[in-house]
Nanobody
Framework: VRLEESGGGLVQAGSSLRLSCEAS????????MGWNRQAPGKQRELVAT????????TYADSVKGRFTISRDNAKNTMYLEMTNLQPEDTAVYSC?????????????WGQGTQVTVSS
């Protein structure tokens, strides 16, 4: 499975951005996907997850009400709609996917896309 993010950029506080994560390869084995972020000097934070089949979502408290995760299985693409962005949202955003792999599972990661929010 290969993941490729897009949609990052430099925006002002209060703006919106939509990130995309396109999966390719053995996508049929993916059962959950998520968005993570890492700011300089900070630990990676799990932002949101979505179950591929049911669409059930989870969010970090820091983004609830502002970010929305969604997926389009026909396009093998996951999205993160971010609204009312704040400087503290500045980070490299990466998507990940977990797939069935034999009797266990395997995790895949994209390269990440930079989101910078100016005040």
């Amino acid at each position: 499975v290969r993941l490729e993010e897009s949609g990052g950029g430099l925006v002002q506080a209060g703006s919106s951005l939509r990130l995309s994560c396109e999966a390719s390869g053995s996508t049929f084995s993916i059962f959950t996907m998520g968005w993570n972020r890492q700011a300089p000097g900070k630990q990676r934070e799990l932002v949101a997850t979505i179950a591929r089949s049911t669409g059930v979502t989870t969010y970090a408290d820091s983004v609830k009400g502002r970010f929305t995760i969604s997926r389009d299985n026909a396009k093998n693409t996951m999205y993160l709609e971010m609204t009312n962005l704040q400087p503290e949202d500045t980070a490299v955003y990466s998507c990940n996917a977990v797939s069935n792999y034999g009797v266990g599972y395997k995790e895949y990661w994209g390269q990440g896309t930079q989101v910078t929010v100016s005040s």
